[in-house]
């Protein structure tokens, strides 16, 4: 898969690219025993957080991101509230009980202190706030001019008591339910960063979803199959990552997906299909068919209002659709839903 | 501590100033409960890796750097290897067994796509090569100009059985060993980045310490009261932090401290203080006293041949040297060698 000569934006884009990349640059060198640690999983599933084994049922989860986002104060949230909550819901959608993180935060020589302390502070109070300690970081400084402003790695370190959520175990006959308005994130950072002249007052979702997924977890780990934060390539490239997976065929009902109007339009008039908008505090999850109402119940007892059952998980009768996303629309035509391609938008988180 | 208005390379640099800011502006913010899991280490420490209890006598360690340097490819080797080095040597200093990485990079875009393989092939062989896995990772791109190169964010876990190293066990009468030549890895960044008409061909020392310290934990876990990988700030940084983590004084025998004597002068020639420069392939120990010389014997039979008792740790009778470490010259004189401060060198590792 040698395609490209250069680095181009699509390739951090969190689509196709992305994946194409991780998987031909990165794990197609790694020797496969060492895809994860033995009973665990790792680059095998590629889910938001891998697995280690502690012995008996417990696992601990594991992840890494580093966070980019320009501006780095955006309506909604700033750099140090992403970086925290995207740690922690990576770790959330394992199925485990976020512990403990830690940062690497790199800094442009000249970058005013007072405005690196605010996403600092803006990093750890939304940790401390979830009761996830910060336990460790690393700090440098890149001379002015080879870094643009700050990036932050941050690593989450969960407990996973019970079943771990593996996305490989999603199945036919399993619901698939979002748990609020897609693509809020992905509009508040493009609406940021290009000046159209329209009126644009959406913020950005971000948030931990620690409130939702502990209490979700506790009754119903069972009936969750798999689940994901729809974060680069939205919601289209979560679904088609989880028929990839398990060659299974997803359903959309296009028309159940929650994303509010001014979204809808902005996007339409990007010509940006509002599916490939990343969210930072919705997740995406993968229920037991038989259950899904009476869990789609209780996400809204927990005051997520939006959460909507938005597709189905069939077997690939037809090969062809095997590891497929087909959209149904309101007056019933299909279209295959790609993984989304190319540069979405740049820096986005 | 507000004592800066903007960030400077002096606060990337490892030495004084990092510690402070990493003191001020992250630990200082975190609550106090939330520097570590309970029953481990963390903030609290400061150690190379921090500590998360699984029950029983094992805990997990787990680390997170950020690497930078520049060149990208150095002589002796490449950000690859040395992220790689640096993220299992941070979990062997804290006496763990490494286990696993997991990786953020960040990409300019435009960057040869080749030489970016040849980055991570680097990262992954030296993970594997010791048994380490790479179980997860992130991939973004910044756009053109906004990034020189290459970063990488690495993480380790890591598992302690038996006692682990925590440096705040450092006490009177123990005795500090080097197990190899101090400053490489600094002189050969520094000379790759400034070009000053002398001829100088001292390679980087970056590699991990898995064949040293795997056999050493096992036999000698109880004599090694502190363990740290002199990087940023050099052997001056970690004696300091020692010293003043324990209150103690640490008498530093200069003339004992083995540095290659192109590296002697090249420093001298800059106005740089050897004992500050990084090492990337060095450990600097702890040892109870009475068995230091058993230790190094084994350390040199395991082919560390440069390996060297360097200094002693005292019992502060003075209260004005509590936390100092005193260096005393082949002739007998004594000066205070104070953390390293400024900017040493940008982008060192």
Chains 1, 2 share one sequence.
Not at 60 to 89: C, E, H, Q, W
Not at 116 to 131: F, H, N, Q, R, V
Not at 187 to 208: H, M, N, W, Y
Not at 293 to 306: A, D, H, R, T
């Amino acid at each position: 898969m040698r395609l490209w000569k250069y680095v181009t934006l699509a390739h951090g884009a969190g689509g196709k690219e992305t994946s194409d990349i991780i998987r031909s640059l990165i794990r197609g060198r790694v020797p496969r025993e060492y895809w994860s640690v033995e009973g665990g999983t790792g680059l095998d599933e590629l889910d938001d957080s891998a697995l280690i084994p502690l012995g008996g049922d417990r696992y601990m989860a594991v992840t890494i991101d580093t966070y980019t986002v320009k501006p780095l104060r955006f309506p909604g949230g700033d750099l140090g509230r992403l970086a925290a909550s995207g740690t922690i819901n990576d770790l959330l959608m394992a199925g485990a009980r976020p512990l403990a993180a830690l940062d690497g935060v790199v800094v442009e020589e000249g970058f005013p202190m007072d405005d690196l302390a605010g996403i600092l502070e803006s990093y750890i109070s939304t940790l401390t706030g979830e009761g996830v300690a910060l336990i460790g970081g690393d700090f440098k400084v890149m001379p002015k001019g080879q870094l643009d402003g700050v990036v932050i790695a941050s690593a989450g370190i969960g407990l996973v008591e019970g079943k771990p959520i593996r996305d490989s175990e999603i199945r036919p006959g399993d619901k698939v339910i979002v748990t609020g308005y897609l693509g809020d994130h992905g509009a508040a950072i493009l609406a940021a960063q290009r000046t159209l002249g329209v009126e644009f007052d959406v913020k950005s979702d971000v948030k931990p979803l620690t409130g939702l997924m502990l209490p979700l977890l506790e009754r119903y780990r069972h009936a969750i199959h798999g689940a994901g934060d729809p974060t680069r390539g939205g919601l289209a490239m979560t679904l088609n990552e989880w028929a990839e997976k398990t060659g299974t065929v997803i359903l959309l009902e296009e028309y159940r997906v929650p994303v509010r109007e001014q979204v809808r339009e902005y996007a339409e008039m990007l010509g940006v299909d509002p599916l490939s908008l990343a969210s930072e505090g919705v997740a995406v999850l993968a229920v037991d068919g038989g259950l899904a109402e009476e869990v789609l119940s209780f996400i809204k007892s927990l005051g997520y209002e939006e959460a909507a059952i938005v597709a189905t998980v069939h077997e690939a009768k037809d090969p062809r659709y095997a590891g497929r996303v087909v959209a149904e629309s309101v007056t019933g035509g299909y279209r295959i839903v790609e993984p989304p391609s190319g540069e979405i938008v740049p820096r986005i988180c």
